[in-house]
């Protein structure tokens, strides 16, 4: 199924979406400021994400054991990827992190085996420990 969430959303709380097993595709607006911790955390069918609003953060385990998740883009306005954020998204397989991210959290790519490809913003300050651990490929 596919959710293409209304504009007069302006947050979507932890864990709203957590484990929602047939959701696979999700259209975030611009109305949008905040994504709590574990939104979609185990939304094992989801391969798309489209975020088209003006988030600082993507806060802990958002998207981890999203794992047919293959292509996120991650919006110019965020400055930080949390702990855990992409933890087993298997299938991603590249990324561009904007240039203003300036701190990628532990374990945030932890897992992610088809990860070939990855841009790093110039002005990054830290890169946590086990951040692209396991990332094989």
């Given at each position: 199924?596919?959710?293409?969430?209304?504009?007069?959303?302006?947050?979507?709380?932890?864990?709203?979406?957590?484990?929602?097993?047939?959701?696979?595709?999700?259209?975030?607006?611009?109305?949008?400021?905040?994504?709590?911790?574990?939104?979609?955390?185990?939304?094992?069918?989801?391969?798309?994400?489209?975020?088209?609003?003006?988030?600082?953060?993507?806060?802990?385990?958002?998207?981890?054991?999203?794992?047919?998740?293959?292509?996120i883009n991650i919006p110019s306005s965020v400055l930080f990827l949390r702990n855990s954020a992409?933890?087993?998204?298997?299938?991603?397989?590249?990324?561009?992190?904007?240039?203003?991210?300036?701190?990628?959290?532990?374990?945030?790519?932890?897992?992610?085996?088809?990860?070939?490809?990855?841009?790093?913003?110039?002005?990054?300050?830290?890169?946590?420990?086990?951040?692209?651990?396991?990332?094989?490929?």
């Amino acid at each position: 199924s596919q959710i293409e969430l209304p504009i007069s959303l302006t947050s979507i709380e932890q864990s709203a979406f957590e484990c929602c097993s047939s959701l696979n595709k999700i259209i975030i607006p611009s109305s949008v400021k905040s994504i709590g911790k574990k939104a979609f955390k185990g939304c094992t069918a989801l391969n798309e994400i489209i975020i088209n609003s003006k988030l600082i953060s993507i806060e802990e385990s958002t998207f981890e054991e999203c794992i047919e998740l293959k292509r996120i883009n991650i919006p110019s306005s965020v400055l930080f990827l949390r702990n855990s954020a992409f933890d087993g998204c298997l299938l991603l397989t590249e990324l561009a992190i904007p240039n203003y991210v300036k701190t990628i959290g532990t374990n945030c790519f932890n897992k992610c085996s088809s990860l070939k490809h990855i841009t790093l913003p110039p002005l990054i300050q830290s890169i946590e420990s086990g951040t692209f651990y396991q990332c094989s490929s």
